[in-house]
């Protein structure tokens, strides 16, 4: 189970957009530096959120699809969420840990502060003898969680025995929530290799990717290396060369977009 929420002001109430507008903005405005197009941006305010021009957004696309090096303005697009799922999907989520910051609900101060309960595990996909275990497990734990407090105040030296005991038995199925901050190119690396993971909450999280803004043209880069491994040879056919077919192999080819250094140039674009 993944559960993945706007993060919300438990005082007044307010939500937060996943995608935070001005991050939005800044990126966008900053690709446009190396070039110094800044005229040509289009991009706007709809009331609280940001929506970018058919300029823009084509260049954006271009860019982003290009790969890391010229895409590398989505790092400055920063998404915020509150993730609720069991800590055996976290421990693969901590694998990466450049771009992304996190917040997670105490298992060290708050686990002791009430009775476990098997809502706070994720074991929908249980057969029933597991599910059994689980429940098993879950009445050991509240059992030493209440000699834990007893101990406790009573500053019975075995509180310590009692607080590891629990720590150590409680099941990787247990659910943590974390505020997460992550950005564009973050989300992309994890959208391309756990699209397809084995654990449902993987997929669960790559398919929330593709409902941000904007996620098909800056998150989710087209990979056509399979597409054209796949694809047959075309047959060739040959024609006897004359003085016209001749001139046009030492002329350049109008459609490269590569300047001498081999890097990629995006004049046609800005």
């Given at each position: 189970m993944i559960k993945i929420e706007k993060v919300k002001n438990r005082v007044t109430g307010k939500e937060i957009d996943f995608v935070l507008p001005d991050s939005l903005a800044v990126a966008t405005i900053g690709m446009r530096n190396p070039k110094n197009s800044w005229n040509k941006t289009d991009s706007f305010y709809d009331e609280e959120q940001y929506v970018l021009g058919d300029n823009d957004i084509r260049l954006a696309t271009t860019l982003s699809q290009a790969g890391p090096v010229h895409g590398k303005f989505v790092r400055q697009i920063y998404v915020c969420a509150d993730i609720t799922a069991p800590l055996y999907w976290w421990k693969e989520f901590d694998t990466y840990k450049v771009g992304t910051v996190a917040n997670s609900t105490s298992t060290m101060h708050k686990?002791?502060?009430?009775?476990?309960?098997?809502?706070?595990?994720?074991?929908?996909?249980?057969?029933?003898?597991?599910?059994?275990?689980?429940?098993?497990?879950?009445?050991?734990?509240?059992?030493?969680?209440?000699?834990?407090?007893?101990?406790?105040?009573?500053?019975?030296?075995?509180?310590?025995?009692?607080?590891?005991?629990?720590?150590?038995?409680?099941?990787?199925?247990?659910?943590?929530?974390?505020?997460?901050?992550?950005?564009?190119?973050?989300?992309?690396?994890?959208?391309?290799?756990?699209?397809?993971?084995?654990?449902?909450?993987?997929?669960?999280?790559?398919?929330?990717?593709?409902?941000?803004?904007?996620?098909?043209?800056?998150?989710?880069?087209?990979?056509?290396?399979?597409?054209?491994?796949?694809?047959?040879?075309?047959?060739?056919?040959?024609?006897?060369?004359?003085a016209e077919t001749k001139q046009e192999e030492k002329s350049p080819k109008k459609a490269a977009k590569k300047s001498k250094s081999g890097t990629m140039d995006w004049d046609f674009l800005l």
């Open positions: 686990l002791t502060s009430r009775d476990i309960t098997m809502e706070d595990l994720s074991y929908d996909k249980c057969l029933p003898e597991a599910k059994n275990s689980l429940e098993a497990t879950v009445v050991v734990c509240n059992s030493l969680r209440r000699k834990y407090v007893e101990a406790t105040q009573k500053k019975d030296p075995k509180a310590r025995d009692y607080w590891y005991s629990l720590i150590q038995t409680l099941p990787s199925s247990y659910n943590q929530t974390r505020t997460v901050t992550m950005n564009y190119e973050v989300l992309s690396g994890m959208y391309e290799y756990r699209k397809t993971h084995k654990l449902d909450e993987w997929r669960e999280f790559c398919s929330w990717i593709e409902t941000l803004p904007y996620a098909k043209e800056l998150i989710i880069r087209k990979d056509n290396s399979k597409e054209k491994a796949e694809e047959k040879p075309a047959k060739v056919e040959t024609k006897p060369a004359t």
